[in-house]
């Protein structure tokens, strides 16, 4: 008896413990959004020293010169000149507002260099956005594994998080619009010797089912992404399709390819993890793409906190410039058409579990408090040696209370770099309503493949 009454006492204080764990936030704590916070779960206040100001809503107001439904959008600070430089030469000065990853590459590359411009918050994201966040403040959960969502609807799961798995999910759950197409993206790999080479050109769409489907009271998938390859000659017909779940305990990462020589569908499970991605050439890996992305259960995720940091942002002369051979220069992305700017991050660090496999030993997250983006990250090798540095460059499209998003890692041993999924002069376009379920099967897929 007193056995049993000591197991009994032991699982209470176990399923205690899971609960404590998994549960969602007080109601009290919950109102601190849309008061101290904002309804997305960033600080609202400006910081003390007022290099970053108060959140006041967002750009929702598009420039003169955009014109209604084009695809690319011109810059509104095109006047806004950079406030000051950070080089090889004043690093030590603002090191403490600097990923580890740059510090390393201006350390490698001693001309690269950071022009600072005033910090502009300018993250909008539509209100049944806003509102689904708050709801879910209080009625979102963890899985009992961890590793995913219960409850959570069409919002920011885990708006004050508590560990570093709510806010990689977080992550995962952004806003990224409910449809959007990039339809003629480039991978640019720019190699040791500073040559540019295309490699990979295509379509790419992205659909958020999770904000998107209004029907299902818990939907079952997260997200789907296709992309139909053009180019260059070796990849063109190539066509692949992803769909994540909303529970990986439930259901697994679904993926497919099509292969114009061999013409047919075939399921492609290792489209996920540490596989080389060959839309850049083998210099990432597949859930290097947007920074991360799919299951949560090879690392740890602690969550450090939060933290202010130079990032890019606002980078509309970047996301669209029509002159990829003036952005993509030897040895780094052009210094010139990259706007950085200071802002609170969430800081994730994640290590490999022990008895899982990866190329990378550890990285550290770098997660923006108005859009939950990864803005950065650092990527270490597995004898822990700072490997790859990792940049987001975020460009909120403000006519359609979204944003895009353009990865790129600088390889710090091989002395390469690349940015994959660059939109430059084809834009993004941004649709209100999700493609027809029909068109996310294998045979759909095969049926928009070039042979």
Do not use: C
């Amino acid at each position: 008896m007193k056995k049993l009454a000591t197991a009994m006492i032991g699982a209470g204080l176990f399923a205690a413990h899971l609960t404590a764990l998994h549960a969602a936030v007080t109601a009290d704590e919950a109102k601190q959004l849309g008061t101290t916070l904002t309804a997305i779960g960033a600080e609202k206040a400006g910081n003390k020293d007022g290099t970053i100001p108060e959140y006041t809503g967002g750009l929702t107001t598009a420039p003169a010169g955009f014109q209604k439904g084009s695809a690319v959008r011109p810059d509104p600070f095109a006047s806004e000149k950079p406030q000051f430089s950070i080089d090889a030469k004043n690093v030590d000065r603002y090191g403490d507002k600097m990923t580890e990853g740059a510090k390393a590459l201006m350390k490698a590359r001693p001309d690269w260099r950071m022009d600072v411009y005033r910090t502009q918050r300018t993250v909008s994201v539509p209100k049944f956005v806003l509102d689904n966040t708050v709801k879910n403040a209080t009625r979102a959960k963890l899985s009992d594994d961890g590793l995913s969502m219960r409850g959570a609807r069409a919002g920011i799961p885990f708006p004050i998080p508590k560990s570093g798995n709510e806010v990689m999910l977080n992550y995962l759950a952004r806003y990224q619009g409910i449809s959007n197409v990039i339809p003629k993206y480039t991978a640019y790999n720019v190699d040791a010797a500073g040559k540019l080479v295309i490699s990979t050109q295509g379509s790419y769409l992205t659909e958020s089912v999770y904000y998107g489907d209004t029907k299902a009271d818990e939907p079952v998938w997260l997200s789907r992404v296709r992309a139909n390859y053009t180019g260059p000659a070796r990849r063109a017909g190539e066509a692949a399709m992803v769909v994540d779940p909303m529970n990986y305990s439930e259901n697994g990462r679904r993926a497919w390819s099509y292969l114009p020589g061999q013409r047919r569908v075939r399921l492609a499970p290792d489209l996920a993890y540490d596989t080389p991605n060959p839309s850049t050439s083998g210099m990432s890996t597949y859930d290097d793409t947007s920074m991360f992305n799919g299951k949560l259960d090879r690392f740890e995720f602690k969550l450090v906190g939060k933290k202010e940091v130079y990032v890019p942002y606002n980078t509309y002369r970047f996301t669209f410039n029509d002159k990829p051979e003036d952005v993509f220069t030897a040895k780094f992305i052009n210094p010139s058409v990259v706007r950085w700017e200071l802002h609170r991050v969430w800081v994730v660090d994640a290590k490999l579990k022990e008895g899982q496999r990866h190329v990378y030993s550890r990285r550290t997250f770098y997660i923006d408090e108005d859009s939950w983006h990864v803005v950065a990250s650092d990527q270490y090798d597995g004898r822990g040696q700072l490997w790859r540095a990792g940049f987001n460059y975020l460009a909120p499209l403000y006519d359609a209370g979204t944003i895009n998003a353009t990865a790129s890692h600088y390889d710090l041993i091989a002395g390469t770099y690349y940015a994959n999924i660059w939109p430059g002069a084809g834009g993004v376009k941004v649709m209100e309503q999700l493609t027809p379920d029909t068109s996310w099967t294998a045979d759909a897929l095969a049926g928009q493949g070039v042979r």
